[in-house]
């Protein structure tokens, strides 16, 4: 018994020296004996020695009496208990508590945000627990905090300054954070772990297939949103024309999802420009559908421009009812022309009205940094290209921009060229006269050109070009033998479109037929890859491309309040691929810098993952195996937990027995003096 009793406040055992205080009074109290004398002492000597060996015995028990009365008041104070029998499902003396900060939790519950009440559930369980537990709390951000085991009340302190996180997590993520903290505990005992949720189906939905450590004891608490039936969001968002021009009319389209169970009408959606409303329009959307929609802005100036998308009134979850995105209107879309001798047989003046920025020159006189800078470069081929204008044309395909080719005069190199995009032209021309007879009005470069499809359009014709090579893949346009006179093909992130027929005027009369007007207009304003707009954790626009030049020594600075962070970057051709920086960073338009200078900004959304709030069903979490309903407590029952959780761990306390212990012996303190109240005699004889 005594070898399993402990005691809560041991440091009381110091009061045992006060033991010598009763022990001190009893030695230095005697007192000195007064000797009557007698005539005859014969029978008082037989009372002395009877008299003093009964006194000394009681003395002696006295002593004894006051000593464990006094014992047992100390004993007391420092409350001896018996501890409860450690068990799996009762040793609460390690605890890792999972609270989900996501940002789904800001769903309204029953009285406050899912967020809120998971808290108070946390901090309500946290003070059931003995001062001596360890305690992780473990969430969203994944910081370096969230990897140490606190007291409990340290542990409150980590809830009361808990935010939101912009992360998404699955389980199997939990899961491994938790064992990583839990392997540098000394004791390896048993594990409380108890994971606090609205058990999203996206973070959960593997959950399943996952297997837990064998000294864990898992427990749920499910939180309900009040209406989970209504969310709506904006899947996506992309410019019909990803070249922006100021004060021409352009427009965003966009796809809006309803992640509920009921149909939404007159949706507001307003597109602000600069924290300025530029357009607005109503919607409906059906119950877990989606609806295509389009707006229409006009950029006043050239220049960056921060913009956002906004869903007003659509019920449900409002976290993710902002969609951020980044402008970039050039004031200019640049154009350069390469040509035997620096003339081009192309009418130039489709490039001379404000749209455009036009350079020509010959291939010995390239001005490199414009040919860059330019979103179209049109060659027109003769002779072989050097080593060193094949790579800035790869780079500038790499950039997802677009390369016009066309073969002039005896066009010896035109072959070869192709040859670099994987294909093999025969390089004999073919002298037959041809009309193209077929326009492809279905090519992405075409999709609303034309207000109609004619059927037998004035298309140009040729004398002299060349064979179509095998493997075309996308024809503009096509002479009457069904071969291909201009196509584009895909190579990089760009577009390569390549005539095939020669010219100059007297071969054909493409350079001066009206077709060739939207055509070298849309491989100008248009690209198969367009420049992302933004950036959303967890897909695929995970990197952005930055239409600024690379430099190693002075990379771009994303601002973040009053700190600048170094994201992952490289070159790709003339721009610069940004990825998102390991910090967490909120939903929201950020400046990019160099050297301290505005150049750009960068946007990021909430993670789409988080739109759709449906949570598990408490069938569904058992589909675990780990997993009984006994583990899973309804948001109702947690306090009644807690108050439970608190009385298993409360030890058997012993205190009011030593209590008990001093008054008996106190008592029977008090009747032995209060029966040997007689007086000493002694004698001596003569």
Same mark, same amino acid.
């Given at each position: ?401 677009? #390369? !016009?080719?066309? *073969?002039?005069? @005896?066009?010896?190199? $035109?072959? %070869? /060229?192709? &040859? ?5 032209? =025969? ?58 006179? #201009? !196509?584009?093909? *895909?190579?990089? @992130?760009?577009?390569? $479109?390549? %005539? /095939?027929? &020669? ?5 054909? =009369? ?177």
């Amino acid at each position: 018994f005594c070898l399993l009793m402990s005691f809560t406040f041991p440091q009381f055992f110091w009061a045992f020296f006060a033991l010598a205080i009763p022990i001190l009074i009893h030695l230095f109290n005697l007192r000195k004996h007064k000797t009557v004398y007698f005539s005859n002492t014969r029978f008082l000597q037989e009372v002395q020695r009877s008299t003093k060996a009964i006194k000394r015995l009681k003395e002696y028990l006295l002593l004894a009496l006051r000593l464990l009365a006094l014992s047992a008041i100390i004993l007391a104070f420092a409350r001896p208990v018996l501890p409860i029998s450690p068990s799996l499902d009762k040793d609460f003396s390690q605890l890792s508590i999972y609270l989900d900060n996501s940002y789904s939790m800001k769903s309204s519950g029953s009285e406050a945000s899912l967020f809120n009440k998971a808290r108070q559930n946390t901090v309500r369980l946290l003070k059931s627990l003995k001062p001596d537990a360890s305690v992780q709390i473990i969430t969203n951000n994944f910081e370096a905090k969230y990897q140490r085991f606190y007291s409990p009340k340290e542990a409150i302190r980590l809830v009361d300054e808990l935010d939101y996180s912009p992360s998404y997590r699955s389980f199997k993520e939990i899961k491994s954070r938790i064992i990583e903290a839990s392997s540098r505990l000394e004791n390896q005992g048993p594990l409380q772990v108890i994971l606090i949720s609205d058990f999203q189906a996206t973070s959960f939905k593997d959950w399943s297939e996952e297997d837990i450590p064998a000294n864990w004891q898992v427990k749920l608490l499910a939180l309900d949103a009040a209406d989970d039936a209504a969310n709506l969001a904006i899947d996506s968002l992309w410019l019909e024309s990803p070249v922006l021009i100021p004060n021409f009319t352009q427009k965003l389209a966009f796809q809006l999802k309803n992640y509920g169970s009921k149909d939404l009408k007159d949706v507001s959606l307003s597109l602000k420009v600069n924290e300025q409303i530029i357009n607005q329009q109503k919607f409906n959307i059906p119950a877990q559908g989606t609806a295509n929609g389009s707006l229409e802005f006009l950029l006043p100036s050239a220049g960056n421009f921060k913009a956002q998308l906004d869903i007003e009134s659509s019920g449900g979850a409002q976290f993710d009812d902002v969609f951020y995105f980044q402008l970039k209107a050039q004031k200019k879309v640049a154009v350069y022309i390469l040509a035997p001798q620096g003339q081009s047989n192309l009418n130039t003046k489709l490039f001379r009205d404000s749209l455009f920025e036009l350079k020509v020159s010959s291939y010995d006189d390239i001005d490199f940094d414009a040919l860059q800078a330019s979103e179209l470069i049109i060659a027109e081929v003769q002779d072989e290209l050097s080593s060193g204008l094949m790579v800035k044309l790869n780079e500038h395909l790499a950039a997802a921009k677009n #390369l !016009f080719l066309i *073969p002039s005069g @005896k066009a010896s190199g $035109f072959a %070869s /060229l192709l &040859a670099n995009y994987g294909l093999a032209l =025969n390089p004999n021309w073919q002298n037959d006269s041809l009309r193209a007879v077929e326009l492809n009005y279905q090519d992405p470069y075409f999709r609303g050109v034309f207000l109609s499809e004619t059927k037998n359009p004035d298309l140009p014709f040729s004398r002299k070009f060349f064979r179509a090579p095998a493997g075309v893949l996308f024809p503009l346009l096509k002479f009457e033998n069904g071969e291909a006179m #201009l !196509f584009r093909h *895909p190579y990089a @992130k760009g577009d390569v $479109f390549i %005539s /095939l027929s &020669a010219i100059e005027q007297e071969f054909s =009369n493409f350079a001066s037929h009206p077709v060739a007007l939207p055509i070298l207009y849309n491989a100008t304003l248009f690209k198969k890859e367009a420049q992302a707009l933004y950036l959303s954790p967890g897909l695929q626009k995970t990197n952005l491309l930055i239409d600024l030049p690379y430099r190693n020594d002075s990379p771009l600075a994303l601002k973040v309040g009053n700190e600048e962070l170094i994201p992952p970057q490289e070159k790709r051709g003339d721009l610069i691929a940004l990825s998102l920086p390991e910090q967490e960073l909120k939903p929201g338009i950020y400046p990019l810098l160099r050297d301290n200078d505005s150049l750009a900004y960068l946007a990021i959304n909430v993670d789409q993952r988080e739109s759709e709030i449906k949570g598990l069903s408490s069938e569904e979490l058992q589909e675990a195996i780990f997993i009984t309903a006994e583990q899973i407590i309804d948001e109702d029952e947690f306090e009644n937990y807690s108050l439970e959780l608190k009385t298993q761990q409360e030890d058997k306390s012993l205190a009011h027995w030593f209590i008990l212990a001093a008054l008996v012996f106190l008592i029977i303190e008090m009747f032995i003096n209060k029966n040997s109240g007689h007086e000493e005699f002694s004698a001596n004889s003569h």
